[in-house]
């Protein structure tokens, strides 16, 4: 997350991503977007389900216990990706929070987001700027 990622199209790039979560017996869904909300919007590239996690009841609080888990996320830029400064977000709910008519969080209040930049196919040996990032697609 605190470095600028240098992809390759037709490469494949891995992501594991450590999250605390309270399932209380729901799975996980997730989705990988290219330029979420930015001009130059690609879409979802990779999306995914993790099942639920074991309910550990925290005798304390009287519900359910935060769980350790992780999220694996594989993907391989297509030709589709644009050469050069992309966005990478990729957003996590449960699976209650899920409308998979639009596949998007109902709330996004209830989703853990991260953001990567990523340069793609930058030639050899260019430092690790960003340049002519997509602007945003909406507001100002």
Known sequence: MFQVL????????????????VD???GIVWWLWVNWNLSGFSG???K??????????????????ATQRELLVAW?????????????????THEENVEFTTDRPRDLS????VTYWANVDAPIGQPQDLVDCPPPAIGP
């Open 6 to 21: 240098q992809i390759t199209r037709g490469v494949p790039i891995n992501f594991t991503i450590p999250f605390t979560s």
């Open 24 to 26: 209380a017996g729901q």
């Open 44 to 46: 979802i590239v990779n």
């Open 48 to 65: 995914g389900e993790l099942p639920a996690g074991p309910v550990v009841v925290d005798g304390g609080l009287g519900g359910a216990a």
């Open 76 to 92: 391989t830029p297509s030709n589709g990706v644009p050469p050069g400064c992309n966005q990478l977000t990729i957003l996590v």
């Open 110 to 113: 209830q989703a853990a987001i």
